[in-house]
């Protein structure tokens, strides 16, 4: 899965952490390194990004949303802590303003550069939960794509793909036209990856033809994936039937989840049975166990038990803890997974639920659980 698209995946959330809405979830993300430049775009440097490169862009990021513990832990990065350190350690809110400082140092002419910088500003901007500064700050990128004036395709061979998926995502929440705009800015993605698909297979190059074929088959599900965020549940089922190059049990799972989403249990049973053996079909057996009302504690403990490092499936045995009524089990089951592993947003969101749910002295415990935590404050 991309990188973002954890971050952004409605249906990938589902898959992982079928929490109630009052514990709604969603996952955690990481700017992700940018593919290879192809030889024609590297060969397009004769480019003007100057109008990337306006300080007025980019905005000064607000503390006030920070825990203060968070923002004067001794565990804070020294002022001369690169960007990549930035970026391993999760010191978002730190890398995102690096990363705008760089960006405007940069030549107007260094595209791999500027839209690598560009990149990682926005995607940590969506990860510290301000995607409505990032679709600011990605408006004029966004607007000459939408214009594609004149000389502009030079611009926009060189653009990353990541970022182009991440513009797609920016514009989708920042229009009002319930979602239709993204799907159709990805079906335009989806018609630039067939012209690639087809000039790799003029060319007979195996490399390029296998990278495109795997972003058109990602495309596909971000599709469906924007479809159930739509609520366009029926069509969402329609479009993964259409999908016939994609892995045959990632399309069942996905199945199996909409039939979830929507009530239909024996639907998603029918699913269960074309799965294979994995992880996924475990995960859905669980689920289904939850949905018919049975206690399933045990079962998540026990897939837990061979991949003690995930903290989604600690997450799904928090929950079901707090469904069979044991609410201190799930605090110390997300205590103790915050203390192993970076802290997504839905454990987070959880705990501090927990905490409202079972003290009067929930914003004591939130302290607490902030003056430990490794990660900046968002």
Not at 65 to 84: C, M, V
Not at 349 to 364: G, Q, V
Request: charged residues 25%.
């Amino acid at each position: 899965m991309d990188p973002l698209e954890a971050a952004t995946n409605p249906l990938a959330a589902a898959q992982v952490e079928p929490a109630p809405p009052s514990l709604s979830a969603a996952n955690e993300a990481r700017p992700a390194r940018s593919p290879r430049l192809s030889p024609v775009a590297r060969a397009k440097s004769n480019v003007d990004l100057r109008f990337l490169q306006n300080p007025r862009i980019y905005h000064s990021l607000p503390t006030e949303d920070a825990a203060l513990p968070l923002l004067g832990s001794e565990q804070q990065p020294s002022p001369d802590t690169p960007l990549p350190a930035l970026l391993r350690g999760s010191h978002l809110r730190r890398a995102a303003e690096i990363a705008a400082r760089d960006l405007l140092r940069c030549s107007p002419s260094d595209a791999e550069a500027i839209f690598q910088l560009l990149y990682t500003r926005l995607a940590c901007l969506v990860l510290i939960a301000r995607p409505d500064l990032a679709a600011q700050e990605a408006a004029p990128l966004t607007d000459l794509l939408a214009r594609n004036p004149p000389g502009s395709a030079g611009i926009v061979a060189l653009i990353l793909w990541e970022l182009r998926l991440l513009l797609v995502r920016l514009q989708s929440l920042s229009s009002d036209d319930g979602g239709r705009r993204g799907v159709m800015a990805l079906y335009g993605l989806a018609g630039e990856a067939r012209a690639h698909l087809k000039q790799a297979h003029m060319d007979e190059d195996e490399r390029e033809y296998a990278l495109w074929s795997e972003r058109l088959r990602d495309l596909g599900l971000r599709v469906a994936d924007a479809l159930v965020e739509m609520g366009e549940l029926e069509t969402a089922e329609r479009h993964l039937d259409s999908l016939t190059d994609v892995d045959l049990d990632e399309v069942t799972y996905r199945k199996a989840m909409l039939r979830i989403h929507v009530g239909d249990v024996f639907g998603a049973e029918h699913y269960l049975e074309k799965l294979g053996s994995g992880n996924k079909k475990a995960t859905l057996e669980i689920l289904l166990k939850m949905a018919d009302g049975q206690d399933a504690t045990s079962s998540w403990q026990d897939l837990l038990r061979h991949h003690p490092d995930d903290g989604m499936m600690a997450n799904n045995f928090a929950v079901s803890s707090l469904y069979a009524g044991n609410i201190m089990d799930a605090r110390r089951i997300l205590e103790r997974t915050l203390s192993r592993s970076p802290a997504s947003a839905g454990i987070l969101f959880n705990i501090n639920t927990i905490y409202e749910l079972c003290s009067e002295r929930a914003i004591d415990h939130r302290v607490d659980l902030a003056n430990p935590l490794r990660h900046e404050g968002g």
